[in-house]
């Protein structure tokens, strides 16, 4: 069978080449869809990109597994041993394309100052008439595949679907774990649910203008790389990366980056967080949504397991959630993504014993190292290295190498529903109601252990201020700070003081129903430098004084930046924290965050009059109480 392209896309529209293009379809799978702009939009696409065939992805287990054994044979995918790791397989990436490329990540807002000054813009006409260059002739000599997606369960109230053409099948299996892909969004599609476009290419075509073919690559890209969203028309354009965040475009382009635009013209919000089910001993089930910046221990909250006894937390989603008030006023939550794409080092049975088990099987590891036995290592994982490895790059290994044998930003992608703590709710389609919500930044000075804010305002102050410190500072001084407000500086899809603003609307329109808000720093620093609190599973006792707060069941004294708990109300039952550790973990010193209140007034300066009058409020209220 055929496809015929008879459209123009509106990267195409700068060419000057638009002769319509014939290609076949691989793999017999279906040839098109009964949705007249999703056909021609892909017509428009190949007849830009020049694959050599088009696949409609179903979805299916036969499917991945045929992409797979190509993956295989094609020595682009490692098969581990099934006997250790049952359906699993490692990619191996270029050194070169290895994480998120934040520099050649760009919003692309008719307005610059709509995108803000924390995100690269680019002038959307420009910046499509490169994207045209790069992406003419992208796919030539390979196959274009069609993936639709839905992020969220499908049909639910607070999902959304979209579509990625790739030319890239590690990327159809990633996202086959990551979303609910195939032929079931294709038929929402069809029925005339909204969709939004997304485009990716390795930007490493086998054939040239000239028609002469070259081999692939294990790991094919290219030294040019773009990460572009143009928000207004709800479209992502990915060249020149393979991996990760940069080609699995449902993931932070479309859920944080077009979906945060989106939930600012709809009404809701699009979250760089976590979910989770927390019960109590007496079986109150309550819900609660976290923001944490990268190493500030996410993963290990989303797969917490209590310490405390008589409390449990269940996992609902360990990266990104999408909030929606709900017809009873409240706000609800999902997890919009099916899979966790985790980074392995530093998960092991000693920090998050729950994420271990999780990828038993079925998993795709990306540039992790392998065992002798076919199995996957990366540091962290056990307490002592093997006595050989091939490391990421393919080369041998052994513990006196020098060199980690796993990349630092090596993955893992396997489905949620293997977690051993997935909640049961994890998939409801309306979503859970959120009780609280968590801010959290790395610091070794300053900011105490919990802490409560005082309204929504107080809390959006909190968001806004969340940072780690770059630098490691003495005791009561403040060291130089990486700002991360709501842990989505980079992914926010327009101008960071109008979220703040969007935060604040959302809030008042939730009113008396809005979640309490909450402020933790799991590592603040003693005099001798060591943390101290202990961290990982202790972490349950304060979620238990945020749950009982949220009951009205333990009591909480005001300070100048937010609500603490009082002497006793927090659970330190045979725990080892002396007295004095636990004095500082809630110590103020006023002179230390006044500097920190003046640092903070300089990072608002950065967005001008776009700062909503209720955060200064909020600093000048911080500032007072500091004084008084």
Request: charged content about 20%.
């Amino acid at each position: 069978m055929t496809v015929t392209h008879p459209g123009q896309s509106r990267i195409r529209a700068h060419a000057a080449h638009s002769t319509e293009t014939t290609v076949p379809t691989a793999y017999g799978a279906p040839t098109g869809t009964t949705d007249p702009a999703l056909q021609a939009w892909v017509d428009e696409i190949a007849r830009l990109t020049q694959p050599d065939a088009i696949v409609w992805c179903t979805g299916t287990a036969q499917e991945a597994d045929t992409l797979s054994k190509q993956l295989v044979a094609e020595g682009k995918l490692i098969r581990l041993n099934p006997e250790w790791r049952p359906n699993s397989f490692l990619a191996r990436t270029s050194p070169s394309d290895v994480a998120r490329v934040e520099d050649r990540t760009f919003i692309c807002s008719t307005h610059r100052d709509d995108a803000g000054p924390t995100n690269n813009w680019a002038e959307p006409g420009r910046m499509r008439a490169e994207l045209n260059d790069a992406f003419t002739g992208s796919m030539r000599g390979r196959t274009m595949y069609v993936v639709p997606f839905s992020m969220g369960p499908l049909g639910g109230p607070i999902s959304q679907l979209g579509v990625e053409l790739t030319d890239s099948p590690y990327v159809v299996l990633n996202m086959g774990i990551m979303t609910r892909m195939g032929q079931a969004v294709l038929r929402l599609i069809e029925a005339g649910t909204p969709w939004v476009r997304t485009v990716h290419s390795v930007g490493f075509p086998l054939v040239n203008k000239a028609g002469i073919r070259r081999a692939d690559v294990t790991w094919p890209s290219n030294d040019t790389k773009y990460i572009v969203q143009f928000p207004e028309d709800r479209e992502v354009w990915s060249f020149g990366s393979g991996y990760g965040g940069n080609a699995l475009l449902s993931k932070k382009s479309f859920a944080l980056r077009i979906a945060s635009v989106m939930a600012r013209d709809e009404g809701w919000l699009a979250e760089h967080m976590l979910l989770i089910k927390v019960t109590s001993p007496e079986g109150g089930t309550y819900h609660v949504a976290a923001a944490f910046p990268s190493a500030c221990g996410k993963t290990n909250l989303s797969m917490l397991k209590p310490t405390v006894p008589g409390w449990s937390v269940e996992t609902i989603g360990d990266d990104i959630a999408w909030l929606r008030p709900g017809d009873d006023g409240r706000l609800w939550a999902i997890n919009p993504e099916a899979g966790f794409f985790g980074v392995a080092p530093g998960t092991g049975e000693t920090t998050n014993p729950t994420a271990v088990q999780t990828v038993w099987g079925n998993t795709i590891f990306s540039n992790v190292a392998l065992r002798d036995d076919g199995d996957v290592w990366w540091e962290g994982l056990t307490d002592t290295p093997p006595a050989h490895l091939t490391d990421w790059e393919g080369n041998s290994w052994t513990p006196d190498s020098g060199r980690p044998a796993a990349h630092p930003n090596s993955r893992f992608t396997v489905p949620a529903a293997q977690c051993p703590s997935i909640a049961d709710s994890w998939e409801d389609t309306g979503g859970v109601p959120i009780d609280a919500i968590m801010f959290g930044g790395r610091r070794a000075t300053n900011v105490p252990l919990v802490a409560e804010a005082r309204s929504w305002k107080h809390g959006v102050f909190m968001g806004a201020t969340i940072s780690s410190e770059k630098t490691a500072a003495a005791e009561g001084t403040v060291g130089e700070l990486r700002r991360d407000p709501f842990a989505m500086l980079p992914f926010c899809g327009y101008n960071m003081a109008d979220y703040w603003a969007h935060w604040l609307r959302v809030g008042r329109g939730l009113g008396a129903h809005a979640p309490a808000v909450f402020q933790v720093n799991w590592f603040r620093k003693g005099d001798d430098g060591s943390f101290l609190w202990p961290g990982f599973g202790e972490n349950s006792r304060v979620l238990e004084w945020i749950i009982r707060r949220v009951e009205g069941a333990a009591e909480a004294v005001d300070t100048p930046i937010g609500l603490l708990p009082v002497e006793g109300a927090l659970n330190v039952d045979g725990l080892d924290v002396s007295p004095d550790a636990l004095e500082q973990l809630f110590r103020i010193d006023p002179a230390s965050w006044l500097a920190e209140c003046d640092l903070t007034e300089a990072f608002f300066a950065r967005f001008g009059s776009r700062v909503p009058a209720a955060l200064h409020a909020e600093l000048a209220s911080v500032r007072y109480h500091l004084s008084a």
